[in-house]
């Protein structure tokens, strides 16, 4: 049984030319990626095309990119720069925060929401209305923190503020969401849900 290639090791050959590397890198990635980049509501054509310019300027700049520590750190970061990008040219983006979608991964766990069908509809349904409440900050924060597992440190690197101010961002947004809803503890809903 072959184990995967681990994503530094692709990322080492990647930078040394092998198109082979990058391209187990698009696919262990791209839907993540596109996850992502949804999430900024914009539509699926324009995410597309700013994942394809992101993989394209990696293989053209491939000699100039450092090593990194996290590949999904990075592409996720590389990702959420193309978007802005795109936006401020199309001038959707200006001193305002982008909005951020609030819906739930397509990934949720069948068998899971069978068996707690009525329990998890109401939660689902009461968790994205408190979340629609919440500044896209930290919706922003709380979607890295919890969707994609991203550290403080990482996730402040994303949204070019300093860790304290990603601190912020999560504590004050778990902060009203336990104090608007009681029905059930939020961290077993962003666990079973996120």
């Known amino acids: 049984m072959a184990f995967p290639v681990q994503d530094h090791v692709l990322w080492k050959s990647y930078r040394e030319g092998d198109k082979q590397a990058l391209g187990m890198i698009v696919e262990r990635h791209y839907r993540t990626l596109r996850r992502y980049g949804l999430k900024f509501m914009i539509d699926?054509?324009?995410v597309e095309d700013c994942i394809q310019d992101l993989f394209l300027q990696l293989w053209q700049n491939r000699l100039q990119i450092n090593d990194t520590f996290s590949v999904k750190h990075y592409l996720l970061k590389s990702l959420r720069s193309h978007i802005i990008q795109y936006l401020r040219a199309?001038?959707?983006?200006?001193?305002?925060?982008?909005?951020?979608d609030t819906a739930l991964p397509e990934e949720v766990d069948a068998e899971t929401l069978l068996i707690q069908e009525e329990v998890a509809l109401f939660q689902v349904n009461e968790l994205k209305r408190q979340l629609d409440t919440l500044p896209a900050r930290e919706r922003e924060a709380l979607y890295l923190k919890y969707?994609?597992?991203?550290?403080?440190?990482?996730?402040?690197?994303?949204?070019?503020?300093?860790?304290?101010s990603v601190s912020n961002f999560l504590q004050k947004a778990?902060?009203?969401?336990?104090?608007?809803?009681?029905?059930?503890?939020?961290?077993?809903?962003?666990?079973t849900f996120f």
Do not use: G
Request: aromatic share 10%; with cysteine.
């Open 44 to 46: 699926e054509a324009t």
């Open 174 to 191: 778990l902060s009203k969401l336990r104090n608007r809803w009681l029905v059930a503890p939020l961290f077993m809903i962003i666990c």
């Open 147 to 164: 969707y994609e597992n991203l550290s403080v440190c990482e996730i402040a690197e994303m949204m070019n503020v300093n860790r304290q």
């Open 90 to 100: 199309e001038k959707h983006f200006s001193h305002q925060e982008t909005d951020w």
